[in-house]
T-cell receptor
Framework: QKEVEQNSGPLSVPEGAIASLNCTYS??????FFWYRQYSGKSPELIMF????GDKEDGRFTAQLNKASQYVSLLIRDSQPSDSATYLC??????????FGTGTSLTVIP | DTEVTQTPKHLVMGMTNKKSLKCEQH?????MYWYKQKAKKPPELMFV???????INESVPSRFSPECPNSSLLNLHLHALQPEDSALYLC?????????????FGPGTRLTVL
C-alpha cells in the first residue's frame, strides 16, 4: 500500500498570514511530488511540483522536499481568501502511478 | 496549452444503461489516466494508459471499460453501473519517461446513477 498522508484540517489562517501544509509518504521509490488545489465541485489544479531535495519557490508558493524524512510541504505566503480550497499532495512512483493524500482544507479568513 | 477536455460535464444514467465518457488532450502527452472521486475524498486511480496501451488497472470492476483509440483520446465505457458508482470522473494526462511528468486534469464528468 502506497500511503500519502496529510493533516485533513480544517486549517484556518487570517488573510496575509502564512499557511503551512504538510504531507508524508511511505514509498521511498517515489520520484516526483505535486501540490494540487481543488475548489469545491471543480477538478484538481496543479500548483507546483518538486523532485529534488530542498525548496522551490513560485510566487507566493514554496514547496519543500526532504526525501530522507519522506516529507513534502507547501507554504503559502500572504494568504488570500481566494486561496481557500482543499490542497492535495500527490506522489508519483516510477510506474506513472500517482497517489493522492486525503487533502487539507484551508480557509483564509478576511 | 495545458488543457484536457472531458464530455459530457454531467451524466445521469439508469443501472441498465450503457454510456461513455470522453477525454481529449492535445499536449502530446503519452500517458492518460482515469480517476474516480467521491465527495470529500481524494481522486482514486482507476486506469493508466501508456503509449495507448493499458498499463495499470487498479482492480476496477468490469462494468467500467477503458479504451484509448489514439494518443489524444481516452474513453470510459459504462455498463450496468450501481448507484455507488455515482461520483466525479476525472481524466488526466502527463508526459512519459524521465522527468517530473506533472499531471493535468480535465474538468471532470459528474455521473449520477439512478
Amino acid at each position: 500500500q502506497k500511503e500519502v498522508e496529510q493533516n485533513s484540517g480544517p486549517l484556518s489562517v487570517p488573510e496575509g498570514a502564512i499557511a503551512s501544509l504538510n504531507c508524508t509518504y511511505s514509498d521511498r521509490g517515489s520520484q516526483s511530488f505535486f501540490w494540487y488545489r481543488q475548489y469545491s465541485g471543480k477538478s484538481p489544479e496543479l500548483i507546483m511540483f518538486i523532485y529534488s531535495n530542498g525548496d522551490k519557490e513560485d510566487g507566493r508558493f514554496t514547496a519543500q522536499l526532504n526525501k530522507a524524512s519522506q516529507y513534502v510541504s507547501l507554504l503559502i505566503r500572504d494568504s488570500q481568501p481566494s486561496d481557500s480550497a482543499t490542497y492535495l499532495c500527490a506522489v508519483r512512483n516510477t510506474g506513472n502511478q500517482f497517489y493522492f493524500g486525503t487533502g487539507t482544507s484551508l480557509t483564509v479568513i478576511p | 496549452d495545458t488543457e484536457v477536455t472531458q464530455t459530457p460535464k454531467h451524466l445521469v444514467m439508469g443501472m441498465t444503461n450503457k454510456k461513455s465518457l470522453k477525454c481529449e488532450q492535445h499536449m502530446g502527452h503519452r500517458a492518460m489516466y482515469w480517476y474516480k472521486q467521491k465527495a470529500k475524498k481524494p481522486p482514486e486511480l482507476m486506469f493508466v494508459y501508456s503509449y495507448e496501451k493499458l498499463s495499470i488497472n487498479e482492480s476496477v470492476p468490469s462494468r467500467f471499460s477503458p479504451e484509448c483509440p489514439n494518443s489524444s483520446l481516452l474513453n470510459l465505457h459504462l455498463h450496468a453501473l450501481q448507484p455507488e458508482d455515482s461520483a466525479l470522473y476525472l481524466c488526466a494526462s502527463s508526459q512519459e519517461g524521465q522527468g517530473p511528468n506533472e499531471q493535468f486534469f480535465g474538468p471532470g464528468t459528474r455521473l449520477t446513477v439512478l
